[in-house]
């Protein structure tokens, strides 16, 4: 019967019923009739699982094609058509017939990191040099550098960037650091569109930046939105280096409390009050364009709160800081390059001004994000207490 059996699979159209082998049944095509056809399995829905596992012990499961349910059978791609002996062992799980059909190939996964983008397509060493992460501020993303062996890559590694960020439209690279008074940095376009405009969201606000003018980290969005929540209503808080405003209107937006928002660059006051006006606040943001330093005597004694996000000069400010805190002290969110260890090393940097300008107690101390090999930035929260 066997060999009956691998005469009439290889080489016959004609099929193999009950009648002749009832354990299973059998329905073949000629292979020059339909030379192009693929082979499944069909098997009840109730013997499916069993049946399966047959198959895949044997070797003969297609992954490239889809398990599909009809009625009351599933169908189970194969890589081949099936010999006799290899369909016998098959139908001990379960009544099978094999058909020549063709099930609808499976999709490839999209790949989920630059890495699976790019596999293949540069030398490992690139593959293992790639950014660890990267700013996206609204449709732009921005790579704060490349190491050695993946700079040559740049621009297949931002078409891949491209590719897994689809709302993405431009991708910058930074050419040289953060510097000068207005903290913005020189950006090189990689690909999509040669642009440095955007509208960025987080928590609840939107912004508009515009890269070229003014300086934005959406890596700090955890920090505003911190500062923010620890904000009382009523509050007066200065923002001595506010940018384009996005720490003075995440509080506007959540409390009714007066910030005067102070930046030194006319361009990111102008963004400024073009994001108040496309805000919904509870409070009120009054911006001001001039040095923090230079304005303190005219706020003299205001705020309940200060934010001093100027990390490379922050501690330059502290005495301007305590001008614009209340006589009865006050809070300040200072931040801060750091070296390691990062939290020792801000606390000492800290306390060697702070003490020159009052009291004061060490309320919060947080790493932000790291910026260099062996550098961070660092938050303080400090309470001065009544001058």
């Known amino acids: 019967m066997l060999g ?15 009648d002749i082998y009832p354990a299973f049944q059998i329905s073949l095509w000629n292979k020059m009739s339909h030379p192009e056809n693929h082979f499944c399995i069909r098997a009840e829905r109730g013997k499916g699982e069993a049946v ?22 599933i169908y189970f791609p ?12 098959i139908s ?17 996964s999209c790949p989920k990191s630059v890495k699976e983008f790019l596999q293949g397509r540069v030398p490992p060493d690139a593959l293992r040099s790639l950014p660890k992460s990267y700013d996206i501020v609204g449709d732009i993303i921005v790579i704060e ?40 940095p020189v950006l090189e376009l ?30 700090l969005g955890f920090e505003r939105n911190r500062v923010a929540s620890l904000v009382k209503e009523g509050e007066k808080v200065v923002d001595m280096f506010a940018g ?19 930046d030194v660059n006319p361009d990111a006051v102008n963004m400024m009050r073009y994001n108040l006006s496309i805000n919904r606040l509870k409070g009120e943001v009054t911006p001001i364009c001039g040095d923090a330093s230079a304005i303190s005597p005219k706020l003299h004694g205001a705020a309940d709160r200060v934010i001093m996000n100027l990390p490379a000069q922050s501690i330059e400010f502290l005495g301007a800081a305590r ?30 001004s702070a003490s020159r300008v009052g009291d004061y107690e060490l309320v919060n101390c947080r790493v932000v994000k790291p910026t260099a090999p062996k550098e961070w930035i660092v938050s303080i929260d400090a309470k001065f207490k009544q001058l």
């Open 4 to 18: 009956l059996m691998k005469f009439l699979t290889k080489d016959s159209a004609h099929s193999v019923g009950d």
């Open 323 to 352: 001008q614009f805190l209340k006589e009865s002290g006050g809070v300040a969110h200072v931040y801060l390059f750091s070296g390691p260890p990062p939290i020792d090393s801000a606390v000492r940097k800290f306390a060697e």
């Open 190 to 219: 990689l690909a999509g569109e040669d642009k440095r405009e955007t509208i960025h969201s987080e928590y609840g606000i939107r912004l508009k930046v515009d890269l070229s003018k003014a300086y934005f980290s959406p890596r």
């Open 244 to 262: 384009v405003g996005p720490f003075s209107i995440m509080i506007a937006k959540r409390h009714r409390s007066k910030v005067f928002a102070i």
């Open 92 to 108: 001990k799980a379960g009544e099978v017939l094999v058909n020549p059909r063709t099930l609808p190939e499976i999709s490839p």
């Open 145 to 184: 550098r490349l190491m050695p062996e993946a700079d040559p890559y740049r621009k297949e590694i931002a078409e891949a960037l491209l590719r897994l960020h689809k709302s993405v439209k431009t991708v910058l690279i930074k050419t040289g650091k953060v510097d000068g008074p207005y903290r913005i």
């Open 78 to 89: 194969v890589t081949r058509r099936p010999e006799p002996d290899e369909i016998e062992r």
């Open 52 to 73: 399966r596992r047959a198959i895949v012990a044997l070797g003969l499961l297609d992954r490239t094609r889809r398990v599909i349910s009809e009625g009351g059978f």
